[in-house]
């Protein structure tokens, strides 16, 4: 098992930056591939980005391409998204997420329920 902590949230003005950091229990993080999701008031849980359990293969949802980037320490045990040029539609609570050994095809996917460990989620606010 794994239990994930997110953090680095807060208030920015649009244009502003943010990262967003995940500390991840367990000895066995490198063999987790992780996945940011967001879920902003009255909408359903969206994908974000993802990384492979190796570090080799990044995906993202077309609306932070370019300007988010998911990047992991293993030997921190943590995930880091980083998150520039904000938009006031980047507005929501960002969670990390978990699953062991998830293969590329399916990490390409960005489905929530693929994932198996989910942190408590962290506030984004952007303002105009």
């Known amino acids: 098992q794994v239990q994930l902590v997110e953090s680095g949230g807060g208030l920015v003005q649009a244009g502003g930056s943010l990262r967003l950091s995940c500390a991840a229990s367990g000895r066995t993080f490198s063999s987790y591939a992780m996945g940011w999701f967001r879920q902003a008031p009255g909408k359903e849980r969206e994908f974000v980005a993802a990384?492979?359990?190796?570090?080799?293969?990044?995906y993202y949802a077309d609306s932070v391409k370019g300007r988010f980037t998911i990047s992991r320490d293993n030997a921190k045990n943590t995930v880091y998204l980083q998150m520039n040029s904000l938009k006031p539609e980047d507005t929501a609570v960002y969670y990390c997420?978990?699953?062991?050994?998830?293969?590329?095809?399916?990490?390409?996917?960005?489905?929530?329920?693929?994932?198996?460990?989910w942190g408590q989620g962290t506030q984004v606010t952007v303002s105009s």
């Open positions: 990384i492979s359990w190796s570090g080799g293969s990044t």
């Open positions: 997420a978990a699953d062991w050994m998830m293969p590329y095809y399916i990490m390409l996917r960005g489905v929530a329920n693929e994932y198996d460990y």
